[in-house]
């Protein structure tokens, strides 16, 4: 079985565990919440209904993963995990906002929370720790991986206990205290929170679809590897990033009066030593030059335009 097959078994696998396990928490939560009179857990119930949907979405995006290159997509089907990502920060912002929104038209109308009763509480309870447990087999999953996707449905997981936890919350400082208004404060913080996570799950599908890296040691480590074959100028080195697996693609120069045979096992020695250092590298792609070629530069990295970008970024912080 290939890594890519094995990868793609493991988030099916992570996919239904959570299909499974947000069913039978919604269906319990909005039952209790409908026999105790709680729109609390009404609504936390729904929530945790919509998270069945992104696991559907997980279970398509990685249905697609496995199909093979072809004249359309030749670089593959990978990117469908960013797609659907991004897709999932979109639920998530909108669960966030919802919850904001009702939240703040129920503090402007004076109208007075909802609280769950006994019954409520234990099914409250019940949930903050299945969704805990939830949470952290996704993280584990995600990140043995290197899945975005599972991992953003892990930091969903994480807004749900958040959500839970507010009904709690409301619970102690209504009934004990008697002050109704901070559990819809605490609601609106937790809204706030879970748009945030959208958005930076948002915000880190784009880098990939962009064609972008959030991280130049991975730029060293190709100058590295190309200098220490003896190569010279390793230049528009470009780094793509296809789920967990990158392309590289750069320019070196070589001494001109070599054969083209031996350029090219220069090629794929250069192309060996970046894979050892690098892990998950799925193709590198080396365009050789004679030692001393100019050419205008259009896109692509150097040793010297990195350096300078990443000092900029230390001067501004």
Same mark, same amino acid.
């Not at 030593?273 to 193709?283: A, F, G, L, S």
């Given at each position: 079985?290939? #890594?890519?097959?094995?990868?793609?078994?493991?988030?099916?696998?992570?996919?239904? %565990?959570?299909?499974?396990?947000?069913?039978?928490?919604?269906? %319990?939560?909005?039952?209790?919440?409908?026999?105790?009179?709680?729109?609390? %857990?009404?609504? #936390?119930?729904?929530?945790?209904?919509?998270?069945?949907? /992104?696991?559907?979405?997980?279970?398509?995006?990685?249905?697609?993963?496995?199909?093979?290159?072809? =004249?359309?997509?030749?670089?593959? =089907?990978?990117?469908? @995990?960013?797609?659907? /990502?991004?897709? +999932?920060?979109?639920?998530?912002?909108?669960?966030?906002?919802?919850?904001?929104?009702?939240?703040?038209?129920?503090?402007?109308?004076?109208?007075?929370?909802?609280?769950?009763?006994?019954?409520?509480?234990? %099914?409250?309870?019940?949930?903050?720790?299945?969704?805990?447990?939830?949470?952290?087999?996704?993280?584990?999953?995600?990140?043995?991986?290197?899945?975005?996707?599972?991992?953003?449905?892990?930091?969903?997981?994480?807004?749900?206990?958040?959500?839970?936890? !507010?009904?709690? /919350?409301?619970?102690?400082?209504?009934?004990?205290?008697?002050?109704?208004?901070?559990? +819809?404060?605490?609601?609106?913080?937790?809204?706030?929170?879970?748009?945030?996570?959208?958005?930076?799950?948002?915000?880190?599908?784009?880098?990939?679809?962009?064609?972008?890296?959030?991280?130049? @040691?991975?730029? =060293?480590?190709?100058?590295?590897?190309?200098?220490?074959?003896?190569?010279?100028?390793?230049?528009?080195?470009?780094?793509?990033?296809? !789920?967990?697996?990158?392309?590289?693609?750069? #320019?070196?120069?070589?001494?001109?009066?070599?054969?083209?045979?031996?350029? *090219?096992?220069?090629?794929?020695?250069?192309?060996?030593?970046?894979?050892?250092?690098?892990?998950?590298?799925?193709?590198? +792609?080396? *365009?050789?030059?004679? @030692?001393?070629?100019?050419?205008? @530069?259009?896109?692509?990295?150097?040793?010297?335009?990195? #350096?300078?970008?990443?000092?900029?970024?230390?001067?501004?912080?």
């Amino acid at each position: 079985m290939s #890594d890519q097959v094995r990868r793609n078994k493991f988030i099916k696998q992570a996919s239904w %565990v959570g299909i499974i396990g947000n069913t039978i928490l919604a269906i %319990v939560k909005i039952f209790v919440g409908f026999i105790s009179g709680s729109m609390a %857990v009404i609504g #936390d119930g729904i929530d945790t209904a919509t998270d069945i949907l /992104t696991y559907f979405i997980t279970l398509f995006a990685a249905k697609i993963m496995n199909k093979p290159p072809n =004249y359309k997509y030749p670089y593959g =089907y990978n990117r469908a @995990e960013a797609v659907a /990502t991004k897709a +999932l920060s979109f639920v998530i912002f909108f669960a966030g906002a919802q919850l904001f929104l009702s939240t703040l038209f129920q503090i402007i109308r004076n109208e007075s929370n909802e609280l769950p009763t006994l019954l409520a509480i234990y %099914v409250t309870i019940i949930s903050i720790v299945s969704k805990a447990g939830l949470a952290f087999y996704q993280f584990k999953i995600g990140r043995k991986i290197q899945s975005n996707m599972l991992i953003a449905n892990a930091k969903n997981m994480r807004n749900d206990i958040l959500i839970s936890g !507010s009904v709690l /919350t409301g619970l102690v400082f209504t009934q004990i205290f008697n002050l109704a208004i901070l559990d +819809l404060i605490t609601a609106m913080a937790v809204g706030i929170w879970i748009m945030k996570a959208g958005f930076d799950i948002f915000m880190e599908s784009s880098l990939e679809l962009m064609d972008g890296s959030d991280n130049p @040691e991975l730029y =060293y480590k190709i100058f590295d590897a190309v200098e220490e074959v003896g190569c010279a100028n390793p230049h528009r080195v470009r780094v793509r990033k296809h !789920s967990n697996l990158y392309t590289v693609d750069l #320019d070196i120069e070589i001494n001109g009066m070599l054969t083209i045979k031996e350029g *090219h096992d220069i090629a794929k020695e250069v192309e060996d030593n970046i894979k050892k250092r690098i892990e998950n590298v799925y193709d590198v +792609l080396v *365009h050789i030059e004679p @030692e001393g070629n100019v050419e205008k @530069e259009k896109f692509g990295l150097s040793r010297a335009n990195i #350096d300078t970008e990443c000092n900029k970024n230390k001067n501004a912080k």
